[in-house]
């Protein structure tokens, strides 16, 4: 089985700063896929970056990255010059190809103020 | 350019009475998932097809079923829709590269 953990509820970010959110992962499995999501307020759900684990590399889109640890499962995402559209609930997710879906964390609520 | 496309954005309906929602997409994924979500909570999946093979959660009540007549277009039926049903229903594709592309959701109103 897999499991996907979000340790932190809800975070606070000035705008311009830099934030990092924390998600740790299980699964037995060597190839699956890693995703952070973002939900704002009664807004769609959309990807904001994705890595694979197979790539040692970290991905990294903009101002959004992410710092991969394989050993470790970790999966955190950083935002860097958070800005205020990016006040959302966060949603770290891992797809195995067995399971064919998406385990995800319980979701951390950023707010970013001025 | 919407891909993922989902209606009504709303619904209201009455306890007890038939409601089925709808989701089309312009992706050509062949897979195409059913999520029920709460507030503040993760999005929780119903079920999914894999082209036209259905596959059940083991959890998701009898309540709820699922048709998908072809490629583009899949519905939820909540057939005795209880209060416990109200939440935002949300439809995800996805093709072979893993990701999935989520709509922007139907939001359940049962009085």
């Known amino acids: 089985a897999q499991t996907v953990t979000q340790s932190q509820p809800e975070m606070s970010v000035q705008e311009a700063e830099t934030v990092t959110l924390s998600c740790t992962y299980d699964?037995?499995?060597?190839?699956?896929?890693l995703f952070w999501y973002k939900q704002p307020p009664s807004r769609q759900m959309i990807l904001v970056i994705r890595q694979e684990a197979y790539k040692q590399q970290n991905a990294t889109e903009n101002r959004f990255s992410v710092n991969f640890q394989k050993a470790a499962k970790s999966f955190s995402l950083k935002i860097s010059d958070s800005q205020l559209g990016d006040t959302a609930m966060y949603f770290c997710?891992?797809?195995?190809?067995?399971?064919?879906?998406?385990?995800f964390g319980t979701g951390t609520r950023l707010q970013v103020t001025l | 350019d919407a891909m993922v496309i989902q209606n009504p954005r709303y619904q209201v309906t009455q306890f007890g009475k038939p409601v089925t929602l709808s989701c089309s997409q312009t992706?050509?994924?062949?897979?195409m998932y059913w999520y029920q979500q709460k507030s503040s909570q993760a999005p929780k999946l119903l079920f999914h097809?894999?082209?036209?093979?259905?596959?059940n959660e083991a959890d998701t009540p009898d309540n709820f079923q699922s048709r998908r007549p072809n490629t583009s277009f899949c519905f939820l039926d909540i057939r005795s829709p209880g209060l416990g049903d109200a939440a935002m229903y949300l439809c995800a594709t996805r093709a072979d590269q893993e990701t999935q592309y989520f709509g922007p959701g139907t939001r359940l109103l049962v009085l």
């Open positions: 997710a891992l797809h195995t190809g067995t399971a064919s879906k998406l385990t």
């Open positions: 992706l050509n994924h062949n897979v």
């Open positions: 699964t037995s499995e060597n190839n699956y896929y």
């Open positions: 097809y894999y082209d036209k093979d259905f596959n």
